[in-house]
């Protein structure tokens, strides 16, 4: 049984930078695509960036472009999401999501929609403020 855990939610000042971790429990996560989406208070939860099950595909969302990095460490069992130069308006709740992408001609691609994945986890919070 696939488990997801977030972690590196924190408050930070404009301008400054947090590392998110989504760890995996019960399976091996290098056969899964991972998303990351974020619900910020009174909206619906969007896309924020996703990566391949073999790594070599990512997408970013215009509004976080530039800013932000994900990656994966299939050693640790844990995907990334570095985030830059944040503003207030990055607030929101973090959440990561997993799919299966096993056999090869899906190890390539990047699952941008909610709805594609099967597995999420409980979210970390993210507060941007002075």
């Known amino acids: 049984q696939l488990q997801l855990v977030e972690s590196g939610g924190d408050l930070v000042q404009p301008g400054g930078s947090l590392r998110l971790s989504c760890a995996a429990s019960?399976?091996?996560?290098?056969?899964?695509?991972i998303g990351w989406f974020r619900q910020a208070p009174g909206k619906g939860r969007e896309d924020v960036s996703c990566?391949?099950?073999?790594?070599?595909?990512?997408k970013y969302s215009d509004s976080v472009k530039g800013r932000v990095t994900i990656s994966r460490d299939n050693a640790k069992n844990t995907v990334y999401l570095q985030m830059n130069s944040l503003k207030p308006e990055d607030t929101a709740v973090y959440y990561c999501?997993?799919?299966?992408?096993?056999?090869?001609?899906?190890?390539?691609?990047?699952?941008?929609?909610?709805?594609?994945?099967?597995?999420w986890g409980q979210g970390t919070q993210v507060t941007v403020s002075s």
């Open positions: 999501a997993a799919r299966p992408a096993r056999v090869s001609w899906l190890r390539n691609i990047c699952f941008s929609k909610q709805d594609e994945y099967t597995d």
């Open positions: 019960g399976v091996t996560l290098d056969s899964y695509a």
């Open positions: 990566i391949s099950s073999g790594g070599g595909s990512t």
